[in-house]
């Protein structure tokens, strides 16, 4: 069978596989009821073989004479075709089934490598739609990538732009939607108060820096430290991360503040405040209001969500549908409302940020970065939301990673992107990644915010009142974590330090406040992930995904596996060694039967960053030295996470002192910034723009008449990462 008859046959096949029904050709002679006679051994006509029968379209006068027109066979023949075929419209709106993967109208594409002659000579598969590289679903080259946007979410912020453009727009990735009988969840604070009581506690016991000549000989020295050598006690961990800053602070031969932390609790008690009007403040924040004549709106994207006074409007409700690096289940409770807000959210500001309104996606090409690890059917997911609902041309798919690497214009190194609420690791080599090294942490730059927090407030905090679920007051804790927050021993001095806090229908008030050691303290909250409470991260997950159902055969591993992606590994897991239990045999049948995997090792609520970083670079090389060296010393730190003075150093100290690096003689470990000076916070955004402008990027566009006819499939074919 020919290429063009094998597309023929396929793309008609649904359609034809009642035509037997309504062929006039006459059937087979029925056999008869007796049993045939036997012919001898030597009979010739024993040697030829019967042709096969076809049902061909021959007119009515080349039909046998003799058939038995009143045979049941001939009857059916004769009958009319089924109205139902003949009148069933092409395709059928179903607006109720919006965002579902499954087809209405019935599955009806076969496995296309068991129909074409050469399966046994080739392993490249073919379906329907456009070829890879067709022009229909490329961008136009004469517009010079005009026509390609670039998206890259993340949890807390979604930087979208053209891939002609320089720098993305950066939106934050919310949206405030009027519910309807649903009551606002509670305001509470509950896991940075408990951390600054704890703070407090242990700081009425022993004060968190002492002289360095009082205890030369008592100061511990730093062990190798592993996995399994980390308690997770949150008092243990506090005296961890100030026994941390008294080593380095005696390696930096830096004197500490005597009485500093007195000196601090006094002054904040008795903090000045200040009440400055509207006109006076240059940062007044336009807060957004809602008119109460008209119809309210269904929902706001942005920056007017976070301007929202919920106060004032207990009708609305702000979610985040993408939370710790993947879909929020959390506060969901169906994949599909999780889609309809990030298609909203998307729209939206393509349309306010870009100027290009919705009806014209049709003209435009998307590129889609997404998290390292991150489910299968999740990725089928948004590709349907982008080719489907929002109507681009085509779409492209590519991993973080692998984006950050050809942002920073390196082919090998280990990248360690630090976002709001995730941190990833990853060796790549050449572009591609090693998927034994990489790892996901649902710790990230907002726990360093909760952290830093906690801190303040055991320290008698001038803003008491701080509600970090209130949007303005988390805006206001994050700002002063990414101007007071530094890892450098000559900063840490007692300073004084004045903050401006704007709440609705109220005056500006400025405040002063001291602070002393836990601008250094809070970022070390990384390193020992003791002092978070994990207990948020997994705590209300639904389970989306079905272990029953595939869409390609490539996930039949992950569904016999029962790997739910939205659930982080327990805390107690990481102290213990991955249990792969052994093959048994049932007493009825010796066969051995494959062991119940558990959930995938690499993915946790909290774990060790310098831990996690001498793991993923020991799986990625293996036995090789020279690649392990050669990791060690290309570390890229990317994302917002890790945008604080002197981190990299103390990274690089603390990946030193592990027990993978040890053991390995490793000499010299290098965390190196973004190259060229670009904001590490945009380097895998530029990445994706960096990848759509490559000659290999022509045949990684997938197209909507192809993703709707074979699916899944698709990216085994036309991404680098499946």
Same mark, same amino acid.
């Given at each position: ?6 597309n ?7 359609q ?42 021959r ?6 004479k ?12 004769? /009958?009319?075709?089924?109205p139902?075929?003949d ?127 009082e ?30 800053l ?10 500490a ?13 008795q903090a ?46 702000l ?8 879909l ?10 999780v ?15 870009l100027?290009i ?35 681009? /041309? ?95 021993e ?7 330090y ?37 207990k ?63 959930? /995938? ?28 060296? /050669? ?54 955004w ?10 290999i ?26």
């Open positions: 069978m020919g290429d063009g008859g094998s023929a046959f396929l793309r008609n096949l649904s034809k596989k009642y035509a037997w029904m309504q062929s006039t050709a006459p059937p087979p002679e029925p056999a008869p009821s007796k049993q045939p006679e036997k012919r001898p051994v030597d009979d010739p006509a024993r040697s030829l073989k019967k042709p096969r029968h076809t049902i061909s379209r007119s009515t006068d080349e039909s046998p003799t058939s038995d027109k009143g045979s049941p066979a001939r009857k059916l023949h004769s /009958r009319t075709p089924s139902v075929l009148e069933m419209p092409s395709t059928v709106k179903q607006p109720r089934f919006k965002y579902t993967t499954f087809p209405v109208k019935g599955f009806n594409i076969l496995p296309t490598r068991n129909v074409t002659s050469g399966f046994d000579r080739t392993d490249t598969s073919y379906f329907p739609g456009n070829k890879a590289g067709a022009e229909e679903i490329a961008p136009n080259p004469e517009d010079e990538w005009h026509d390609t946007i670039v998206i890259h979410p993340g949890s807390r912020n979604l930087r979208i732009g053209r891939s002609s453009e320089a720098f993305p727009r950066t939106v934050p990735h919310v949206i405030a939607r009027r519910m309807k009988g649903v009551a606002p969840p509670p305001v509470a604070a509950v896991d940075v108060a408990e951390t600054a009581a704890a703070v407090a506690q242990h700081s009425d016991d022993e004060s968190p820096l002492s002289s360095p000549e205890d030369d000989d008592d100061a511990p020295a730093r062990a190798a430290v592993d996995a399994h050598s980390l308690g997770y006690n949150r008092d243990e961990a506090l005296r961890e991360i100030k026994n941390e008294k080593l380095r602070m005696k390696a930096a031969k830096r004197r503040v005597p009485n500093a932390e007195s000196q601090v609790v006094g002054f904040n008690t000045y405040q200040e009440t400055i009007p509207d006109h006076n403040d240059p940062y007044k924040v336009e807060w957004t209001e809602i008119d109460k004549t008209e119809e309210p709106p269904e929902y706001v994207v942005g920056d007017k969500a976070l301007n929202l006074p919920i106060a004032d409007n207990p009708e609305y409700r979610m985040y549908p993408w939370k710790y690096g993947t929020n289940s959390q506060d969901y409770e169906s994949v599909e409302a889609l309809g807000d990030l298609q909203a959210i998307w729209t939206e500001t393509i349309r306010s940020e100027d309104e919705e009806k014209t996606f049709e003209n435009y090409n998307a590129v889609l970065v997404i998290p390292d690890l991150f489910a299968r059917r999740y990725t089928c997911e948004l590709l349907t939301m982008l080719l489907r609902f929002m109507k681009f /041309r085509g779409a492209l798919v590519q991993q973080e990673s692998a984006c950050a690497a050809f942002g920073a214009g390196v082919s090998s190194a280990c990248v360690v992107d630090i976002g709001s609420q995730k941190t990833s690791v990853a060796c790549i080599e050449d572009g591609v990644c090693f998927n034994d090294s990489r790892m996901m942490i649902a710790t990230g730059g907002d726990d360093i915010t909760k952290t830093f927090t906690s801190f303040l407030l055991a320290n008698r905090f001038p803003y008491s009142d701080i509600n970090l679920t209130r949007a303005y007051d988390w805006r206001l804790a994050q700002e002063l974590k990414e101007k007071w927050c530094t890892m450098n000559a900063d840490i001095s007692v300073q004084v004045d903050f401006f806090v704007r709440v609705p229908r109220q005056p500006t008030k400025k405040f002063q406040c001291k602070v002393y050691d836990e601008v250094f303290l809070a970022p070390l909250c990384l390193v020992y992930p003791a002092i978070l409470n994990a948020e991260k997994t705590e209300h997950t639904k389970i989306w995904s079905s272990t029953n159902v595939i869409d390609d055969i490539a996930d039949e591993a992950h569904a016999i596996q029962g790997t739910i992606p939205t659930v982080w590994q327990p805390q107690r897991s990481q102290l213990e060694p991955p249990f792969t239990p052994a093959y048994n045999t049932t007493p009825n049948n010796s066969t051995p039967q494959p062991p119940a995997i558990p959930e /995938r090792s690499n993915m946790y609520d909290v774990y060790p960053i310098d831990v996690a970083i001498a793991e993923s670079i020991r799986s990625a090389a293996g036995s090789s030295d020279d690649r392990l060296k /050669r990791f060690f010393t290309n570390i890229i730190l990317v994302g917002g996470g890790g945008m604080i003075s002197n981190f990299n150093r103390v990274l690089e100290d603390r990946i030193l002192s592990t027990v993978i690096a040890r053991s390995s003689a490793i000499e010299r470990v290098e965390v190196l910034p973004a190259p060229r000076e670009l904001d590490p916070r945009l380097l895998m530029k990445g994706g723009s960096v990848l759509s402008k490559l000659d990027a022509k045949e990684m566009w997938i197209g909507q008449e192809e993703w709707d006819l074979v699916g899944a499939r698709c990216l085994r074919d036309r991404a680098l990462f499946v």
